[in-house]
């Protein structure tokens, strides 16, 4: 399951958010910490074509995929050194796929700025300067275990761990994020294993106000679109409290709601279609009477790799994938028609999966 980490400063409407995934009543205090657990809230990703495969198939069982977001305690100034709840709390997202940094984009006196005033840019670099001190803890640990060991490293594994860690510390302490960093092959491989959280992508979600919402952009969420596109990362303009505001909404109500508003996407679906675009993700499906199903995949992966996301015997014993593309089930209108027209495939090892096929895999596994 796709996992992001919702972070922010406090009081930039990372509750009021978490709020509307969860469609619970998460605290939403005006004040630091009201969330000092870290929340999980699940929610299904929006796709159109499985409620066309449901129309045709009538499965038994429809399961679309799932995004969990895991909600942090609002950072502060200094959380590397103990200020407010420290950084421990990190720790919770280290496995995440990606970082959603909430940035308050809106100007309200009656809800207090932990910093005073607004000032987005401000807010971003405070949060990258305590995730960088919070990555850089991590290689001075590793660096100070090797020890002596570092300095007289002979193995290749062992002088290429030792470099990548002193290119991380000199980057770090330069305060640029590993993620903007040009790291090979291999030493994108030894990274992965230290969970760093400036590796990770960032998605930075621009909270503007009802009214902005409605023209789409304010000069705050302007400047944090400039910065997000002049470091390659993904950015999402949302208000919060009508994305709450929707969660209680029917489908019907909620369409007529965004109507009114002149919205086609809530922001939760624009944060969810961002997320797998940075990711480079794809989605599959398996369909039947039995069951229809969205599975997601990282583009690139070949068909036995996908196989196996169902089940690993799936891809240790692969045979073929007889696959047909969702846009011809939707122009012939049925699975026999789509053979008829000689458009199933019988695809083999190295078949790169694409975005929208219908598959079914074929397997044999002997003990």
Not at 138 to 157: F, P, T
Not at 192 to 217: H, L, M, R
Request: glycine residues 8%.
């Amino acid at each position: 399951m796709l996992k992001a980490g919702i972070i922010g400063l406090p009081n930039v409407g990372k509750s009021t958010l978490f709020n509307a995934i969860t469609k619970e009543n998460i605290l939403a205090a005006n004040y630091p910490f009201a969330t000092i657990e870290p929340n999980v809230g699940v929610v299904t990703v929006p796709d159109k074509r499985l409620d066309f495969l449901n129309d045709l198939y009538k499965p038994k069982s429809l399961v679309p995929t799932a995004y969990e977001f895991i909600d942090i305690a609002g950072l502060v100034k200094g959380a590397s050194t103990g200020e407010g709840l420290g950084n421990k709390f990190l720790s919770h997202i280290r496995e995440v796929d990606a970082v959603a940094e909430v940035v308050r984009c809106f100007v309200d006196k009656d809800v207090i700025h932990v910093e005073g005033t607004v000032d987005p840019i401000r807010d971003i670099e405070i949060i990258n300067t305590e995730l960088i001190l919070s990555d850089l803890e991590i290689v001075d640990n590793r660096i100070s275990k090797l020890g002596k060991k570092a300095e007289m490293a002979k193995e290749k594994s062992e002088i290429l761990e030792v470099n990548t860690l002193k290119k991380c510390k000199e980057n770090l302490l330069n305060n640029k994020p590993l993620r903007l960093v040009d790291f090979d092959d291999d030493e994108r491989e030894l990274i992965k294993g230290f969970q760093f959280i400036t590796y990770k992508p960032i998605i930075y979600i621009a909270n503007v106000s009802e009214d902005d919402i409605a023209v789409g952009s304010n000069e705050y969420s302007d400047i944090v679109s400039k910065y997000a596109a002049n470091e390659g990362s993904g950015v999402v303009v949302m208000c919060a409290k009508i994305e709450e505001e929707l969660a209680g909404l029917s489908d019907a109500e909620k369409e007529e709601f965004m109507s009114d508003l002149g919205i086609t996407n809530s922001g939760l679906d624009k944060l969810i279609f961002e997320t797998y675009d940075l990711l480079g993700l794809a989605t599959f499906f398996t369909a039947g009477s039995d069951e229809c199903r969205a599975w997601t995949f990282k583009k690139g992966m070949k068909a036995p790799q996908c196989a196996g996301i169902i089940h690993t015997d799936f891809e240790r014993g692969f045979i073929k994938a007889e696959a047909m593309s969702y846009d011809d089930l939707v122009k012939y209108g049925s699975e026999l028609k789509v053979k008829e027209a000689g458009k199933v495939r019988l695809e083999g090892k190295d078949y790169l999966m694409q975005d929208g096929d219908i598959v079914y895999f074929r397997f044999n596994v002997t003990k």
